[in-house]
């Protein structure tokens, strides 16, 4: 079994819809949680990371953790065709250390 | 906006040759990391340099692998022999002291082994 698990999509919405992610993880030990967006070809790009529980909101996208539950949540709102991508889940134990990836979620935002 | 640079873009080689990729990552950054990525999951990393020193090589196949910093700047990682399993996207990310959580990825180096 995987550190992380994240259901691979892809996931097709409409324009304006809101999109829903989530990962699960089974090591207690991680503190950092972040979610990358990757396009195709391309590397990751940061989008945003919580430290520990709570919740964590920039612009359409909101990030929530539940470290009782190992389980963390990226909603993107009103999404765009742009926002049509791969979306990477991470963690890591600490600042600085390795990061341990979910698989990617693929989004399609359809016009 | 400042970038990790990575050569070549795409790499194509038979098994059993020799392999290299390049990373230059934002001027100032002191950690620097190597990450592979296969097709349909996530990058998982092999190798980890704090300027010019290894942090993490734990998952490095060093029978084949190997990977230098040697002025704490930029970093090559070499594949001898290549094999058909190596074919994979090879990201380098690189992040500063200060802001450790934020990493920063270069668009990689697709390697296909034949």
């Known amino acids: 079994q995987k550190e992380v698990e994240q259901d691979p999509g892809p996931l097709s919405v409409p324009e304006g819809a809101i999109v829903s992610l989530n990962c699960t993880y089974s090591n207690s030990a991680f503190q950092y949680f972040m979610w990358y967006r990757q396009y195709s070809r391309k590397g990751p790009e940061l989008l945003m990371y919580t430290y520990s529980s709570g919740n964590k909101e920039d612009g359409r996208f909101t990030a929530q953790v539940d470290k009782s539950s190992k389980y963390i949540s990226l909603f993107i709102r009103d999404s765009q065709p742009s926002d049509s991508a791969t979306y990477l889940c991470?963690?890591?134990?600490?600042?600085?250390?390795?990061?341990?990836f979910g698989g990617g979620t693929r989004v399609l935002v359809k016009p | 906006e400042a970038e990790v640079a990575q050569s070549p873009r795409y790499k194509i080689t038979e098994k059993s040759q020799a392999v290299a990729f390049w990373c230059d990552p934002i001027?100032?950054?002191?950690?620097l990391y190597w990450y592979r990525q296969i097709l349909g999951q996530g990058p998982e990393l092999l190798v980890q340099?704090?300027?010019?020193?290894?942090?993490?090589d734990s998952q490095l196949p060093k029978d084949r692998f190997s990977a230098e910093r040697l002025k704490g700047v930029d970093s090559t990682l070499k594949i001898q022999p290549a094999e058909l399993g190596d074919s994979a996207m090879y990201l380098c990310?690189?992040?500063?002291?200060?802001?450790?959580?934020?990493?920063?990825f270069g668009s990689g180096t697709q390697l296909s082994v034949l």
């Open positions: 991470a963690m890591s134990q600490a600042a600085g250390n390795k990061l341990t």
């Open positions: 340099f704090q300027d010019e020193s290894v942090v993490d």
């Open positions: 001027s100032g950054h002191a950690t």
């Open positions: 990310a690189s992040s500063d002291r200060d802001r450790a959580v934020k990493l920063f």
